[in-house]
């Protein structure tokens, strides 16, 4: 799993706090549905639009983390494809990247399928009819 924590250098013998590692965040690596707008261009964004987006994707924090890795990958592929309906065969497009990342998966895309049915049953997406869906809300 592509992990969005990147660990930094220890800091130096000399330093006081010496051999402490710190970390970064990647930002770019975490899909747009994750970053929820507290404060937008200088002014506050409405309570109910920031708990409402929260609670959009709430559902990962009970996952486990390798499953989370997959949706978390998934959804980055649903939203690079840049449209609210899509394709199956939109999101088969990422089958080479999702290989790379997962080099011990052999069955990539019934593992899309199982991440978009997953993403349908918490709501994220809608299945419109056989091989369509939509995302149910731009982030």
Not at 2 to 25: C, F, H, Q, V
Not at 67 to 92: N, P, T
Not at 94 to 103: A, D, T, V
């Amino acid at each position: 799993m592509r992990d969005i924590i990147e660990k930094r250098k220890p800091l130096a013998a000399t330093a006081r706090r010496a051999g402490w590692i710190g970390s970064n965040i990647l930002l770019s690596e975490i899909p747009q549905s994750g970053k929820i707008f507290i404060v937008r261009a200088g002014q506050p964004e409405p309570k109910e639009s920031v708990l409402s987006k929260w609670q959009q994707t709430l559902f990962l924090r009970d996952q486990e983390q390798e499953a989370r890795g997959w949706l978390i990958e998934v959804m980055k592929c649903v939203e690079e494809i840049g449209r609210r309906d899509f394709q199956i065969d939109d999101i088969y497009a990422f089958e080479g990247r999702l290989s790379r990342i997962y080099p011990g998966n052999r069955n990539v895309r019934p593992k899309i399928r199982q991440q978009l049915q997953f993403l349908r049953d918490r709501g994220y997406l809608d299945f419109v009819s056989r091989g369509y869906y939509r995302l149910r809300s731009e982030s």
